[in-house]
Structure formats: structure tokens, C-alpha cells
């Protein structure tokens, strides 16, 4: 059997990169995937792609009424949810930090860290009523070793990073696991925004070079730590940070 077969999630962000790859590992195990993406095109293209398993729906993941009305698109059209892996990200352009506006700091913390909160106050309450759920928080290596350039965005995933321990702390009574999966930078969307110059092979050598196993992550490699995560074979894992970064936080 699949290993998740019968299994309902949300994954935010899934319409391109880490969330689209954790998007189609589930579906590939069994599991009926809420596809949420801030850009509707790509979300449909990929909920369309995985058949009826998939269902897409736009959400702006900073606002807690378009949070609250993907989870009852969940509700309504697969079911209440199981899983939910909090995906979605952003990030400032790799700067000097005093260069960073407010504005775009506070999109940052909005997208990465608010976004969690939004979710929790729309999903613990039904996985409280079935006692039982898993929450998965992408957060990054840059919240264990940050670096300079990063500092808000830094800043942002280790506060995922802490947030999904004090939550798994809460909620463990409720039967709800939630972890934080910690990538070293891949090849997705964002990358220029991080490199903060154009995305050339010797850029990318630079950020391989601090990797001992030689290079960057793979939406595989971070649908594979979720599909675990998410899976019964983790059942008394709650409360970890782990690093998806081929050595980069050694």
C-alpha cells in the first residue's frame, strides 16, 4: 500500500520548486493534495498535471481570510486535511541588511512566519477534532547557520525553525506532530534573490563549495524528508529541525 494512502493535504506554495516536488511525491503515494499558490496559473497547471487526486486554489498565504478560505476549499473538495506542509516562502535580496526597506522586510516575515500562524488557527482545530494531524514547516539551513547578506530572511526561518519546536511542544497532547525541514539553497525561483547576483555556474560553485556532499538541494530531496515526516514511520518524530543540506550546518 501507498504510504499515504487516504491521506489529505495542503501544501502551500506548490505551484513551482520544493512545493510542487513534495506535490507530486504525495500524490505518487496515495495521498489528495490541496495545491495552494499565490499564482493561480501555476498551481492549476500543476493540480491539472496530477489529475483528480489535485485540486488548486489561490491564496495569498500573508492573509489569514485567504488561509481560512483554503482550508475550507480543502474541506469541500477533499477533505479535512491530515497533512499540511507550510511551503511557501520568500525572501529579501542578499544585501547589506540596512539596505532591506520595511516593506519588504515586513513581506518576509508576513509570508514565512505569519503565514504559520494564519494556518494553525485554521487547521489544529479540525486535526484536534480527529486527535490526531501533522504539520510540516519548510524552514532553511539559514535559520541554524546564517550568514551575512540573509539577516532578515534569516531571521524569519529561525523563527520557523523555533516555532515548529515550541508548537510540536503544545500539541503533542493533541496528537498533532509538527517538524521543520531545514534545505540548503536549491535551484528554485528564488535563487538570483539569494545569490544576489545573476545565477551563473560560478555563483552557484561558490554556495556548492560550504556543501561537502557537493551540491545544492533537489525539490526530490525535500519531498523525500516530507513524505517521511508525513508518514506513519515517523509517528514519534515531532519536534525536529532537519537539515536537508547535504552537510552544510556541520
Known amino acids: 500500500m501507498s504510504v499515504l494512502q487516504n491521506k489529505i493535504a495542503i501544501i502551500t506554495g506548490a505551484g513551482a520548486?520544493?512545493?510542487?516536488?513534495?506535490?507530486?511525491?504525495?500524490?505518487?503515494?496515495?495521498?489528495?493534495?490541496?495545491?495552494?499558490?499565490?499564482?493561480?496559473?501555476?498551481?492549476?497547471?500543476?493540480?491539472?498535471?496530477?489529475?483528480?487526486?489535485?485540486?488548486?486554489?489561490?491564496c495569498d498565504v500573508s492573509k489569514g481570510q485567504e488561509v481560512k478560505q483554503a482550508v475550507d476549499a480543502c474541506v469541500q473538495h477533499l477533505g479535512v486535511p491530515d497533512i499540511v506542509v507550510n511551503n511557501a516562502g520568500t525572501t529579501h535580496r542578499n544585501q547589506p541588511m540596512l539596505d532591506v526597506d520595511e516593506a519588504t522586510f515586513d513581506r518576509v516575515f508576513n509570508v514565512n512566519v505569519k503565514s504559520i500562524y494564519h494556518m494553525a488557527r485554521a487547521?489544529?482545530?479540525?486535526?484536534?477534532?480527529?486527535?490526531?494531524?501533522?504539520?510540516?514547516?519548510?524552514?532553511?539551513?539559514?535559520?541554524?547557520?546564517?550568514?551575512?547578506?540573509?539577516?532578515?530572511?534569516?531571521?524569519?526561518?529561525?523563527?520557523?525553525?523555533?516555532?515548529?519546536?515550541?508548537?510540536?511542544?503544545e500539541l503533542g497532547p493533541d496528537g498533532i506532530r509538527v517538524n521543520a525541514i531545514c534545505p540548503v539553497m536549491g535551484a528554485t525561483g528564488l535563487i538570483e534573490q539569494f545569490l544576489g547576483t545573476a545565477d551563473t555556474p560560478e555563483a552557484r560553485a561558490r554556495i556548492t563549495a560550504g556543501i561537502p556532499l557537493g551540491r545544492m538541494s533537489t525539490p526530490e530531496d525535500v519531498a523525500k524528508a516530507a513524505l517521511y515526516l508525513a508518514s506513519d514511520a515517523a509517528a514519534f518524530i515531532t519536534g525536529v529541525e532537519l537539515p536537508v543540506d547535504g552537510g552544510r550546518t556541520i
Open 17 to 58: 520548486g520544493f512545493g510542487e516536488g513534495i506535490a507530486r511525491l504525495f500524490v505518487q503515494e496515495g495521498a489528495r493534495v490541496l495545491i495552494a499558490d499565490l499564482d493561480a496559473a501555476r498551481a492549476q497547471t500543476v493540480a491539472a498535471s496530477l489529475g483528480p487526486a489535485a485540486f488548486a486554489v489561490a
Open 123 to 169: 487547521v489544529v482545530p479540525l486535526m484536534r477534532q480527529k486527535g490526531q494531524g501533522v504539520i510540516i514547516n519548510i524552514g532553511s539551513t539559514a535559520g541554524i547557520r546564517p550568514r551575512p547578506g540573509l539577516t532578515w530572511y534569516n531571521a524569519s526561518k529561525g523563527a520557523v525553525n523555533l516555532m515548529s519546536k515550541s508548537m510540536a511542544a
